[in-house]
């Protein structure tokens, strides 16, 4: 089966393969030595020089380990659909003050909403969704990040689960604190592992925080992580981290520029073709790179158009929530390449 959902996706056999490396001890000098050689990779694809940090979660544990962690006065959590507003009920399960701004469905945050948020000073720490997976909305996060600096005692959160490895996101120029993703998404990788970069100023943040909770605490993660020599407090998924390293290794291989060169062309593509047969969700000036969110304007049903791609060895998404029939999501991301994002329209075209 290919897969063209927002996650997981498709994990070439040469990477499944690394899941059965067989075990070593989380306390030996090996493991030490493979989550160091999977923090110089991803650094190298974040553009940081921060601390990286692992959680044996999906990216929704490090989302609400980073509310909770690190919000002093109140969050301003920017929603722009489903995950957005994961992030304020986060924060709202966890007694954490937080605000949230939100815009219509298929919209984008503005800097300028940011710019309102932050000059009132009631905040200090933001959270941005870059890519909202629900809707096909790619933020501006450039744009965003200029606001954000010009508030230096606000922490800039950003959730990059659908995004990163697949769109350049330099951390350090746009001065994110804490960036974070799954493995699930544009890695390539089986679901299982939380990732997330960390500034010294997101660590000094939480050294002033009172209760941070226990396993999702980021900052006794990144502390053992310190003193023991890139090791975890509790027994991380090896198995997964033999095939994270891996495939970073593959991705390095491949050339940044030219994995985000290829995810915007299979978009590029897969707009076109959305036009053509259908409209396009989202607004056109913040179309996501790594999936496309169609307007199912021919009204035909999304659920036995699934049926019949099965059959043929493809699925697809409905769209989210309210969304489920009035649209469906074809994601084009990870390993996935432009000829077999041909080959799937091409089939939806003969069912069409
Ligand atoms: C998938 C997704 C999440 C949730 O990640 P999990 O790894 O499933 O916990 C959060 N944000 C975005 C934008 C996503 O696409």
């Known amino acids: 089966m290919k897969l063209f959902i927002p996650g997981p996706v498709t994990v070439k056999e040469d990477v499944l393969n690394q899941m059965a490396t067989a075990l070593i001890g989380h306390r030996t000098q090996d493991a030490s030595q493979l989550q160091e050689s999977i923090t110089r990779k991803l650094q190298k694809l974040m553009y940081t020089k921060n601390e990286i940090l692992l959680s044996t979660t999906s990216g929704s544990g490090l ?3 980073t509310i909770r962690s690190l919000t002093k006065k109140k969050a301003a959590v920017f929603s722009i659909g489903a995950f957005g507003d994961r992030w304020f009920k986060m924060a709202k399960v966890n007694n954490i003050e937080a605000d949230k701004f939100s815009v219509p469905m298929g919209e984008a945050t503005t800097p300028k909403m940011v710019e309102d948020a932050l000059k009132t000073g009631e905040y200090d720490l933001v959270t941005i969704t870059h890519n909202e997976t629900s809707t096909g909305v790619m933020n501006p996060i450039y744009e965003i990040s200029e606001i954000v600096k010009k508030y230096p005692d606000v922490i800039f959160c950003v959730d990059a689960v659908s995004s990163l490895g697949g769109v350049k996101i330099p951390v350090d120029e746009l001065g994110i604190d804490v960036c974070i993703t799954s493995t699930q998404k544009c890695l390539g990788l089986p679901p299982g592992l939380a990732i997330c970069s960390i500034s010294d100023k997101g660590i000094n943040r939480a050294k002033g925080i009172g209760p941070r909770g226990m396993y999702l605490d980021l900052l006794s993660i990144y502390e053992y992580l310190k003193k023991k ?4 407090p509790s027994t991380p998924n090896l198995s997964l981290m033999f095939a994270l390293d891996y495939q970073l290794g593959k991705i390095l291989d491949e ?3 030219n994995r ?11 707009r076109d073709w959305a036009k053509e047969n259908f409209d396009l969700f989202a607004d056109e000036n913040h179309l996501s790179n790594t999936l496309t969110t169609i307007k199912n304007t021919k009204e035909i049903s999304i659920k036995d158009l699934n ?6 060895g493809f699925l697809i998404s409905n769209g989210y929530g309210d969304l489920k029939e009035k649209t469906f999501r074809i994601a084009h991301m990870a390993d996935t390449t432009l000829d077999e994002v041909k080959e799937l329209l091409n089939v939806i075209e003969e069912f069409l």
Do not use: I, S
């Open 260 to 270: 985000f060169n290829r995810h915007l062309e299979m978009a590029n593509y897969v």
């Open 229 to 232: 020599h890139y090791q975890y």
């Open 307 to 312: 049926k019949k791609l099965e059959t043929r």
């Open 255 to 257: 050339g940044l520029e």
């Open 63 to 65: 989302m609400e380990g």
